[in-house]
């Protein structure tokens, strides 16, 4: 009989895992052994898998749920006429067009605020990327998430990040990608998770209310999910 907590960790699958171990401990040979170990290995990536997914349409629909949407003529215009977005005071999300003209940014930003954008944390894989390298400090940092090696080498460098984003408490911040709506937000949902100590949820709501084009694939939210305790442990 699997204990409750067993009982909590498996709810999710279709069968008990402690039913599958207990078939390893009754085979009989060293074959049968090996075959059920790699069943139990597959069983248990495909649980986790589900329970990601399971997690990701939730935070979806929550997202959908808690959301204004705009009439599709002033969709259309955000899309025609991007522009990059304060999520908070030091943190902007903006896509490639904003990062390009950063000087007319920050000019703006300057006329409204008396400050500037200090530091472009650069996401994107735009060819012409060259164009506005001397214009304003830019810190490089690719986003791969396909594998789990690359998923945890990304992790690895966005927390790097993110603390030197937290030691500069005076620098403001333009987040960009390609559009301003994955791979940013991915990185702005870090920050606020362990900077201002949001739930994912929160910070994926908060990010949608001021960044209105975010539109987060599946692979980056089931990144964030998968991900989101070792997050939160870093807070301080």
Same mark, same amino acid.
């Given at each position: 009989?699997?204990?409750?907590? @067993?009982?909590?960790?498996?709810?999710?699958?279709?069968?008990?895992?402690? $039913?599958?171990?207990?078939? *390893?401990?009754?085979?009989?040979?060293?074959?049968?052994?090996?075959?059920?170990?790699?069943?139990?290995?597959?069983?248990?990536?495909?649980?986790?898998?589900?329970? *990601?997914?399971?997690? &990701?349409?939730?935070?979806? @629909?929550?997202?959908? $749920?808690?959301?204004?949407?705009?009439?599709?003529?002033?969709?259309?215009?955000?899309?025609?006429?991007?522009?990059?977005?304060?999520?908070?005071?030091?943190?902007?999300?903006?896509?490639?067009? @904003?990062?390009?003209?950063?000087?007319?940014?920050?000019?703006?930003?300057?006329?409204?605020?008396?400050?500037?954008?200090?530091?472009?944390?650069?996401?994107?894989?735009?060819?012409?990327?060259?164009?506005?390298?001397?214009?304003?400090?830019?810190?490089?940092?690719?986003?791969?998430?396909?594998? $789990?090696?690359?998923?945890?080498?990304?992790?690895?460098?966005?927390?790097?990040? &993110?603390?030197?984003?937290?030691?500069?408490?005076?620098?403001?911040?333009?987040? @960009?990608?390609?559009?301003?709506?994955?791979?940013?937000?991915?990185?702005?949902?870090?920050?606020?998770?362990?900077?201002?100590?949001?739930?994912?949820?929160?910070?994926?709501?908060?990010?949608?209310?001021?960044?209105?084009?975010?539109?987060?694939?599946?692979?980056?939210?089931?990144?964030?999910?998968?991900?989101?305790?070792?997050?939160?442990?870093?807070?301080?």
């Amino acid at each position: 009989m699997a204990s409750s907590a @067993q009982t909590a960790e498996t709810s999710h699958y279709m069968f008990s895992l402690e $039913d599958i171990k207990q078939l *390893i401990e009754q085979s009989t040979s060293e074959e049968d052994t090996i075959s059920y170990v790699k069943l139990l290995s597959k069983l248990e990536t495909f649980g986790k898998e589900t329970i *990601i997914m399971r997690r &990701v349409s939730e935070i979806k @629909q929550t997202i959908e $749920d808690t959301y204004v949407h705009f009439s599709p003529e002033e969709h259309l215009r955000l899309l025609t006429e991007p522009t990059y977005n304060e999520i908070i005071p030091k943190i902007f999300i903006g896509p490639f067009t @904003q990062a390009i003209r950063v000087y007319d940014v920050n000019s703006e930003m300057i006329s409204t605020t008396g400050s500037m954008i200090d530091y472009i944390i650069d996401l994107s894989t735009h060819p012409n990327e060259n164009e506005y390298l001397t214009k304003v400090p830019k810190i490089k940092l690719t986003v791969d998430v396909d594998s $789990d090696v690359e998923s945890e080498r990304t992790l690895s460098n966005i927390m790097d990040i &993110v603390t030197f984003i937290r030691i500069y408490t005076e620098r403001k911040f333009l987040i @960009q990608d390609i559009n301003g709506d994955n791979e940013a937000v991915v990185f702005t949902a870090i920050y606020l998770m362990i900077n201002n100590k949001m739930s994912l949820i929160e910070s994926l709501v908060f990010i949608k209310e001021a960044n209105t084009l975010t539109n987060l694939h599946d692979k980056y939210l089931a990144f964030l999910v998968k991900y989101e305790q070792q997050i939160i442990s870093h807070r301080s």
